[in-house]
């Protein structure tokens, strides 16, 4: 088990910049295929971006490719959203979450993930 808690969010301009951090606590953090998921209003949960568990292999929705970089430090159980250059229609609650692995492989299914944090609101005005 992993306890993920997510922070960073908060309001910015469209064409801003925000960066988002989840931080974990329980089974060793390199264990886990960390992604990023979406939700606005109304809408179904959505895969943002994911990392392996070293790092080394990313995967992008096609939506935010060119404009948001995941990343990882093991060392400091953390787990990094740096989006620029925001737009409104990104606009919603952002969550963290782990997928326990056993290869070094990258999860972007939101019904591989094993555990989830609570989320962190970002908001892009106009």
């Known amino acids: 088990q992993v306890q993920l808690v997510e922070s960073g969010g908060g309001l910015v301009q469209a064409g801003g910049s925000l960066r988002l951090s989840c931080a974990a606590s329980?089974?060793?953090?390199?264990?886990?295929?960390m992604g990023w998921f979406r939700q606005a209003p109304g809408q179904e949960r959505e895969f943002v971006e994911a990392?392996?568990?070293?790092?080394?292999?990313?995967h992008y929705a096609d939506y935010v490719k060119g404009r948001f970089t995941i990343s990882r430090n093991n060392a400091l159980n953390t787990v990094y959203l740096e989006m620029n250059s925001l737009k409104p229609e990104d606009t919603a609650v952002y969550y963290c979450a782990a997928d326990l692995v056993y290869s070094d492989s990258v999860t972007t299914s939101y019904y591989g993930m094993d555990f989830w944090g609570k989320g962190t609101q970002v908001t892009v005005s106009s």
């Open positions: 990392v392996c568990w070293s790092g080394g292999t990313t």
């Open positions: 329980g089974r060793t953090f390199s264990s886990y295929a």
